[in-house]
């Protein structure tokens, strides 16, 4: 079967499926159908982030898939369905001691593959970003082209991208059993009825686990890890174009966003697949992380906040390709926290292993069979 005559199945609406979706059209194929379970898309994590593009990575090979990603999120092909904002702001990775020494060969990393990317000394951070002053911090790294996406209009370019190039979406669709036989996929079975597939992408998110479970996959174990965001009402004093501030000691960020400054205290316990609740804990902990950061940073109202999940496997590597096991079976999952950023790479890289391509090894699930 030439795979354009593939009967395809995407599990999942998220940055995901819906990457995957877009980079398949892309390639030719013409049978896919998406499966999502809730009534909209991106429901769950991919709309719940912080939308920022973060390119200066600690992982190589998804530094890679970032800034291959970055370069097409700026830049849409042609046609693109759907107009996205991306908001350069810039990003600064600030600290100290053995954190700051590894920030500084990520930074090497990504000026090796051509990112733009300086070091600044704690006075000129400071001259950048005055919320920070106080802070006991070694320099920066100042990477000018990462910056804030609109993340609606980013998933819904990649959906109907591939529904012109003839995919379906079904929504409230749960798939509760893929069925496998002799070694390969059939299908799956939904409470909507039972859809038929040469092929089934496990885009579950933080469930990619029980769906690889349901198929008899290779057994890897996912870690969807809660992450809370808070954001201020706008605050006068705040400006549009400050950047993003990544701290990796005190593991606190903050930005810009919508007139005042989101937050978000770098929380990750672990949780099970599903709709996190939020913990009261989790301001606490912003508290104490913004005070132990910056002692003079200015106290802030908090208007909403939210929780969502970022779902890794124990090398917090990217879970993309071939099921060694299950024939048909395809896994795109644990993008963990760089979800966004990474998609349209990873979109890209599904697709065309798909299409026959060589797996990229980082990624491969044969590492876990
Ligand atoms: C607080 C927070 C901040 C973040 N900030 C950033 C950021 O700034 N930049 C960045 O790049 N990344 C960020 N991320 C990470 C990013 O959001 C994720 O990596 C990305 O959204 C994961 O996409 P996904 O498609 O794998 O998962 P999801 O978005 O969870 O999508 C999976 C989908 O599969 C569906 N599904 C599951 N099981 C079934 C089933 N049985 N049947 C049918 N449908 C099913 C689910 O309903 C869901 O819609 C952040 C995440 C969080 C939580």
Redesign the pocket.
Known sequence: MRPEDARYVI???????AATACHLAFQGARRVVI????AVP?????G???????QVLSEPSVGDLAARSAEFIRNPPPGWPVPVSYNAIGSLIVGRGQQWEAVCRDAELARERGLDVECWSPEKTVAAMPLIEGGVLDGAVWCASDGVIDIAALLSGYLKTAQSGGAVIRYG???TEVRAGEGRVHGVATDQGFVEADVVVN?????AGP?GVMAGAVPIAFHPRR???FVTPPLDWVKPDWPFVLNVSDEVYFQPSSGGLML?PCDEDEVAPGDPPTRPEALELLAERLAAAYPDFPDVPIGRYWA????FTDDNRFVIGWDPGIEGFFWV?G????????SAAVGSLAARVLFGADEDPNFSPARFG
């Open positions: 599990i999942g609406a998220g940055f995901a499926g499966l999502e379970q809730e991106g429901f769950h994590s991919s719940r982030n912080a939308g920022f593009i973060r669709a749960t798939v885009a579950a998110g933080p469930w769906v992450r809370h965001l978000c969502g999940l970022r779902t999952a993008l963990g926290g760089h979800g966004v950023t990474t």
